[in-house]
């Protein structure tokens, strides 16, 4: 694998890594903590999961993170599941929030650009007042620590305020984005019993406004706990009957109070994307998302306060969470509430250019739509301000790494990354001093001990293995919601390999360090022993113009045998004829290997998706071999429930 990118795509130039926080870091930490001052970002990985304690500690001198009780240790217990991190301390995750405010408060914390594609600041002062107004009204309605407040919102500045006024009373954050339905809402909501639910009318997307007052009033009356409901009016209408004006409750000019919590008090509840049962409801802590996301944000992506920071998402996606956190390195951060591709596929390089973004993030879709729309970034937008394009939501196939460095820049620092909801953060990605190779995510980020493992347990180099985390990271589940055993998240993650997060992707680890990612292991190809991840089949086979999207499933047959089918969702005009199924083929066999070439490739209508967009395998899997459709999938995670139907009648047909 390492030998397949004998050349790096690019390399940062001396000045970069001479001025970038994690070299800065990184001699600091050699003076004050034994860190190796040589040997660059290998050197300090190795350090930083060899030396696990004191790497923390320094990561929380480094960015002066403010204990208001100090911690006894750093790691009481490393144990997993159970790590306990610097037990005994007190602090506040917005706090450090809103700290910039001090010293920056007529500049911009927040910029909103909906699909006008005008942006619109909100100020630090402006943010940490609303903010305490909100904090203070929270309190006056009898929310207290560990009380969950919910947010059915978009992407807007409300949502940032909400969810920082929940962190500062000591409450405990979970949102949902609007375009879910009720049922999706519900499926999440009642598991967690919310005191406060705060709302929007409805929202604009694609051209459109899309009325939700019915979906909130279902809500209200679905959620018995519900003590207050705070009405946001985006489509300008009245507030329901009992419901509060969120003006109201943010007018106050009022210096916010910050409830100081243990180190690992719940700060927000996330959610799994829930195919095959209920979603799982992921708690993580106050603190340890602060220590991992200052981390991940500030020596990784190397943000700081001159950083505008702009990642295309919605508040049911686990980025926006991630995206609010560049408040921790005084970024300026750009919400952006609208459809990914309108009015044309190239909105978003709009909102780039029109926000002065500086680390612009999206998914590898979207880079995969703009290469097969023939999209010009560079030639269209100025874009001279980005010095980082991110990726995630599925591995970035290597075209898309040439199409960004050829039509954005090409001394454009490209960092595909790769991590889950499970941990609100990174396993491996972006390292701005080191080089990027087609294909390859950077390296394994600082404080993981990231490997891949045969199935006895065995490290693997240049080989396919599972995706495994030896040590604890401070933003692991502290516990799933109603897990009171904690046997559920047991088995998520620790019951294939004792003690050992097992992720669930299958990965290489290359001899230079880098990592690829080939795809779920759950929904692995497996042909006469030879393990696939779906991801190397889509992007080999979406590279063809015809192919919009592809799914390919593997089905272990009753006989012993193995079916694998391709479903191909064509683009307009295209027709799966002879040819087109042999170019499929032959691209499979001449990139791939001949032993993955599928047994039938099927037209679809369409790709069924998660509502965060990942394409949905193992249902379809489950379907396929004769599971009936509501058992095999939740229909409230689904983009379009009625795509699932031509595949149940297929299994039908099959059967």
């Excluded at 001990?449 to 006895?456: E, G, N, R, T, V």
């Excluded at 992007?539 to 079916?563: F, H, N």
């Amino acid at each position: 694998m390492s030998t397949v990118n004998p050349q790096p795509l690019w390399e940062p130039d001396p000045d970069l890594i001479a001025e970038a926080q994690v070299t800065r870091f990184q001699a600091w930490a050699a003076e004050h903590h034994g860190a190796p001052a040589d040997g660059g970002y290998p050197a300090l990985h190795r350090w930083s999961v060899d030396h696990l304690e004191t790497f923390w500690k320094a990561v929380t001198e480094w960015f002066d993170v403010r204990f208001s009780t100090p911690c006894t240790r750093v790691l009481g217990d490393r144990t997993m599941p159970g790590a306990q991190w610097f037990p005994g301390g007190t602090l506040n995750y917005a706090e450090h929030a809103l700290r910039a405010a001090a010293t920056r408060g007529d500049e911009p914390a927040l910029l909103y650009v909906d699909e006008s594609h005008e942006p619109r600041p909100v100020t630090w002062s402006e943010l940490r007042h609303q903010v305490g107004s909100l904090a203070a009204e929270l309190r006056a309605l009898g929310v207290r620590p560990q009380d969950r407040v919910g947010g059915y919102l978009p992407n807007i500045p409300q949502a940032v305020v909400a969810l920082l006024a929940t962190a500062a009373v000591g409450a405990v954050w979970t949102s949902c984005a609007p375009d879910f339905g009720a049922r999706s809402v519900l499926d999440r909501f009642q598991q967690v019993e919310p005191v406060v639910l705060f709302t929007v009318d409805g929202y604009r997307y694609g051209g459109k406004e899309h009325d939700r007052r019915d979906t909130v009033a279902e809500l209200r009356g679905e959620l018995p706990t519900l003590r207050a409901v705070v009405h946001i009016p985006l489509l300008g209408t009245e507030a329901p009957e009992g419901a509060l004006e969120w003006a109201d409750l943010t007018s106050a000019r009022t210096e916010p109070v910050f409830e100081q919590v243990p180190f690992d008090h719940p700060l927000w509840v996330l959610y799994s994307s829930g195919t095959t049962g209920l979603p799982k409801a992921i708690v993580q802590s106050q603190g340890g998302i602060l220590v991992e996301h200052l981390k991940q944000l500030g020596l990784q992506c190397d943000l700081g306060p001159r950083d505008r920071f702009f990642w295309y998402t919605s508040t049911g996606w686990m980025m926006w969470n991630f995206l609010v956190s560049g408040l921790l390195t005084g970024t300026t951060v750009v919400l952006y509430d609208g459809s990914p591709g309108y009015p044309d596929t190239g909105a978003q390089w709009r909102v780039a250019e029109r926000t002065g973004a500086t680390l612009y993030g999206t998914s590898a879709a979207y880079v995969m739509a703009c290469r097969k729309a023939g999209v010009h970034p560079s030639r269209d937008f100025d874009l001279s301000r980005i010095r980082c394009v991110a990726t995630t939501g599925s591995p970035l196939p290597p075209d898309g790494f040439r199409w960004l460095h050829d039509e954005v820049r090409d001394d454009l620092w490209i960092a595909s990354v790769s991590g889950g909801t499970d941990v609100c953060s990174c396993f491996a990605g972006a390292v701005p001093t080191l080089p990027v190779y087609l294909g390859e995510l950077q390296a394994p980020c600082l404080g993981t001990d990231l490997q891949s493992w045969d199935p006895s347990g065995e490290p693997l180099t240049d080989e396919v293995g599972e995706l495994v985390v030896t040590n604890p990271m401070p933003s692991m589940p502290v516990r799933f919601w109603n897990d009171p055993d904690g046997s559920r998240y047991h088995d998520s993650y620790f019951d294939t390999y004792p003690g050992v997060w097992r992720h669930g992707d299958w990965i290489t680890v290359t001899a230079r360090g880098s990592v690829v990612i080939h795809g779920r292991s759950d929904s692995t190809l497996n042909r006469q022993g030879v393990r696939m991840g779906s991801a190397d089949i889509y992007e080999a086979v979406e590279r063809l113009p015809e192919i919009k999207e592809s799914l390919v499933i593997g089905i272990e047959q009753p006989d012993g045998g193995y079916w694998m089918p391709l479903f191909v969702h064509l683009v307009p005009g295209a027709v799966l004829d002879d040819a087109l199924v042999k170019r499929i083929k032959q691209t499979i066999r001449d990139q791939l290997s001949p032993r993955h070439i599928p047994d039938e490739i099927i037209e679809a209508p369409g790709v069924p998706h998660t509502l965060t967009g990942k394409r949905i395998e193992v249902p379809v899997k489950r379907m396929l071999q004769g599971t009936p459709l509501e058992k095999a999938v939740n229909p409230g995670s689904v983009d379009d429930l009625g795509l699932l139907r031509f595949y149940e009648e297929l299994a039908r047909k099959r059967a």
